[in-house]
């Protein structure tokens, strides 16, 4: 079955960066366009970013408005992981952040920016 296991989060201050990694197993990982979401406390799920199985030279990433410019969603197909390179973060940021496969989601990294 497909497991997916986020690290890198933490606590920052404005300004400051992350970088978000999340493993996956169970799966052809190079086969699958993978997503980055987060969740406020109290708040829905929102979509942060997204990123293509195509080869790198055809790959696209995708981005939320309210990240654009200052997220980069990338993949290892080697290793079989995705990342988020959070920068210039900002106290919106805080949230719970999932990458998803489909339906399928890890049990998620906290990011604190305060």
């Known amino acids: 079955h497909v497991q997916l296991v986020e690290s890198g989060g933490g606590l920052v201050q404005p300004g400051e960066s992350l970088r978000l990694s999340c493993v996956a197993s169970g799966i052809t990982f190079s086969r699958h366009d993978m997503s980055w979401v987060r969740q406020a406390p109290g708040k829905e799920v929102e979509w942060v970013a997204g990123?293509?199985?195509?080869?790198?030279?055809?790959?696209?990433?995708s981005y939320a408005d309210s990240v654009k410019g200052r997220f980069t969603i990338s993949r290892d197909n080697a290793k079989n992981t995705l990342y988020l390179q959070l920068n210039s973060l900002k106290t919106e940021d805080t949230a719970m952040y999932y990458c998803k496969k489909g339906p399928v989601r890890g049990q998620g990294t906290q990011v604190t920016v305060s």
């Open positions: 990123i293509t199985s195509l080869p790198s030279l055809f790959r696209a990433a």
